[in-house]
C-alpha cells in the first residue's frame, strides 16, 4: 500500500518567507508526527498529533512554528518568517496509534533551505 | 534522560552477523525499544521493535537483556545494502528520541 508521502521534496526560499510543508499520512494511522533533522544531526522531535486529541507541540522551537491536521488526515506545517537555521530536512511519521508498541512509519522528507 | 548510548560506528564484512548493542539504562517500565535505520539521502525505516522478550522478523533480530538496561540488534548476515546509520529509541509513545545512532559501514 502508500506509504507517507511529503510535498514538496526540495523547497528552496528566502530569508523571510512563510512556507507551508505537507504530509500525507498512511490511510488508518491516527497518530502524526513531525521532525527535523539538520545537517548530520539526528531527528529532533517537533509536534504530534493523536486522533481528534490537542496535540503535543512541545518540540516546536519558536512561536514561527506551527502546524495543523485537518480531518484527522493530512497535515501541514508552517514556518513563517523563515531564517537560515530553519534550513534542514522535515521528516513526517504516521502510526497506527500513538502508543509506544506501534512502529512510525516515515516520509522521504522535505529539504528546505532558507538562503 | 529518555536518549539512548551507541557506539558512533562499527564496520562489518559482508556476509558475517553484526551485533550493534545499545544501553538504555533509564528505561521505564512501559517504555518499548525499537530500532530504525537511515539510508543516505532517505527517511528512517523501521526495523524491529521489542518490550521485554527477544524478538525476530524478516530484518533482524533483538535481543532484550533480563533487566532490560541494554539491547542488542542482531543483522544476522550483513549486506552491502545494510550499510546505514541505526538508531536505538526507547518509544514513549508520543515521540521519538533519537541519539546519535551508529553507523555501521559493511566491507565487500
Known amino acids: 500500500g502508500a506509504g507517507v508521502s511529503q510535498s514538496p521534496s526540495n523547497k528552496v526560499t528566502e530569508k523571510g518567507k512563510d512556507v507551508e510543508l505537507r504530509c500525507d499520512p498512511i490511510?488508518?494511522?491516527?497518530?502524526l508526527y513531525w521532525y527535523r533533522q539538520s545537517l548530520g544531526q539526528g531527528l529532533e522531535f517537533l509536534i504530534y498529533?493523536?486522533?481528534?486529541?490537542?496535540?503535543?507541540k512541545s518540540g516546536l522551537p519558536s512561536d514561527r512554528f506551527s502546524a495543523e491536521r485537518t480531518g484527522g488526515s493530512v497535515s501541514t506545517l508552517t514556518i513563517q518568517r523563515t531564517q537560515q537555521e530553519d534550513s534542514a530536512v522535515y521528516l513526517c511519521?504516521?502510526?497506527?496509534?500513538?502508543?509506544?508498541?506501534?512502529?512510525?512509519?516515515f516520509g522521504p522528507g522535505t529539504r528546505l533551505t532558507v538562503t | 534522560d529518555a536518549k539512548t548510548t551507541q557506539p558512533n560506528s562499527m564496520e562489518s564484512n559482508e556476509e558475517e552477523p553484526v551485533h550493534l548493542p545499545c544501553n538504555h539504562s533509564?528505561?521505564?517500565?512501559?517504555?518499548?525499544i525499537h530500532w530504525y535505520r537511515q539510508l543516505p539521502s532517505q527517511g528512517p525505516e523501521y526495523v524491529i521493535h521489542?518490550?521485554?522478550s527477544n524478538v525476530n522478523n524478516r530484518m533482524a533480530s533483538l535481543a532484550i537483556a533480563e533487566d532490560r538496561k541494554s539491547s542488542t540488534l542482531i543483522l544476522h548476515r550483513a549486506t552491502l545494502r545494510d550499510a546505514a546509520v541505526y538508531y536505538c529509541?526507547?518509544?514513549?509513545?508520543?515521540?521519538?528520541?533519537f541519539g546519535g545512532g551508529t553507523r555501521l559501514m559493511v566491507k565487500p
Open positions: 529509541i526507547r518509544n514513549a509513545g508520543n515521540m521519538l528520541t
Open positions: 511519521a504516521s502510526s497506527f496509534t500513538g502508543t509506544s508498541s506501534y512502529e512510525q512509519y
Open positions: 533509564t528505561i521505564s517500565g512501559t517504555d518499548y
Open positions: 498529533f493523536q486522533g481528534n486529541s490537542a496535540p503535543d
Open positions: 490511510s488508518g494511522h491516527t497518530a
Open positions: 521489542g518490550l521485554t
